[in-house]
Every structure is written in structure tokens, then in C-alpha cells.
């Protein structure tokens, strides 16, 4: 944004209005993203409508994850919740009584930091990605300025950072199980 705030600054004439005029439109659209519920950002990062989050088949994820004795975690688990616990529930285990008491250690902090890093850069690519292809549609200088393969770029980046949004998410969910099963 530094680089598009440069050039709105050098530009002069009537080019350099415009350029102002939806700068501040874009960052306005991007501080509204803020807005955007988390629970669309999810279902976005991770595929899916229902049970987003990795909390929600936690169980799963420990079992694929060698850090893990999924013996000792279904045993310890035994007085939170039944074998055949719904994704909500593993979700509600997960959240109060294994995320929430570690949740300052450190490797923990540093995997949801990183999961929001890259959920929300996958959310403003794709925004900016549909701000150029509709501006590619309707303003003709804009239409000038990219090419047709060159708005491909927002859409790649954000399935890069959906997938390491994907990655640092379910990181995070076996990060706080193996830790958890330490104490």
C-alpha cells in the first residue's frame, strides 16, 4: 500500500485525483474487512460450510500428527466428552480445556498469529483480486494498465495464503494437543 500511496502523492493532474479518490476508497474497503465475521474467513481458508475451524475434528488431526499418543489423548479426553463427540463439542473441549490454558505459550501464539496473518492476506488478495477484475470490466484505464493473465496474481496469492492459512491452523490445533498431553 506504501507504493500505491507514492504514487498517488507523485501524481499529478487529473490522473493523480482519481488515483487519490480510490486509493481512499481501497483502504476503506480494506479497514472494512474488519467486518468480513471471521466465521466466512474460515469457511474460506478451510473449505468448509459447516465445522471450519480445526478445533472441530481435533481428533482427527491428533491421530495424523506422530507428536501425539492418541491412546493417552483418548484417555485424558474420556472425562470431557464421549468417543463419538460431535465437531462442536470436540470444538468446545478443544477451545476451554486445551487451547485456553496454554494459549500464551509461545508456540501456540506464534501458530495463531500466523493463522491470522494468512487468513486475513487471503481475504484482502481476494478482495483486491475482484476490485481489479471489475475495474478491468469498467473503468478502460484501468483495462489499460493490466493485462488479462496479470489479475490472475491476487487469486494465485490468495490460494498461497489459504493454504498456509490451512496449514498454520491445524499447526496450531496439534501444537496445543502435543503440549497439552505434556502437562
Not at 26 to 39: D, K, Q, T, W
Not at 99 to 122: F, T
Not at 129 to 134: D, E, F, T
Amino acid at each position: 500500500m506504501g507504493a500505491l500511496l507514492f504514487l498517488v502523492h507523485s501524481t499529478s493532474g487529473e490522473k493523480g485525483t482519481i488515483l487519490k479518490r480510490e486509493y481512499y476508497w481501497y483502504v476503506g474497503l480494506i479497514n472494512r474487512l474488519r467486518l468480513l465475521p471471521a466465521s466466512i474467513k474460515h469457511q474460506l481458508v478451510y473449505l468448509r460450510l459447516n465445522n471450519a475451524l480445526p478445533g472441530h475434528r481435533f481428533m482427527t488431526l491428533a491421530a495424523n500428527d506422530q507428536r501425539i499418543d492418541v491412546s493417552l489423548l483418548e484417555q485424558k479426553m474420556h472425562s470431557f466428552m464421549p468417543p463419538n463427540a460431535s465437531a462442536e463439542q470436540q470444538n468446545q473441549v478443544w477451545y476451554r480445556h486445551i487451547y485456553q490454558p496454554l494459549q500464551n505459550d509461545p508456540l501456540i501464539k506464534d501458530a495463531h498469529k500466523a493463522l491470522l496473518l494468512w487468513r486475513d492476506s487471503m481475504t484482502v488478495s481476494l478482495v483486491t483480486g475482484l476490485l481489479l477484475v471489475i475495474g478491468g470490466v469498467n473503468v478502460p484505464w484501468v483495462a489499460k494498465i493490466f493485462e488479462h493473465y496479470s489479475l490472475s496474481v491476487p487469486f494465485c496469492f490468495a490460494f498461497a495464503c489459504g493454504l498456509a492459512a490451512n496449514n498454520c491452523g491445524k499447526r496450531m490445533v496439534t501444537n496445543t494437543v502435543a503440549i497439552w498431553l505434556r502437562h
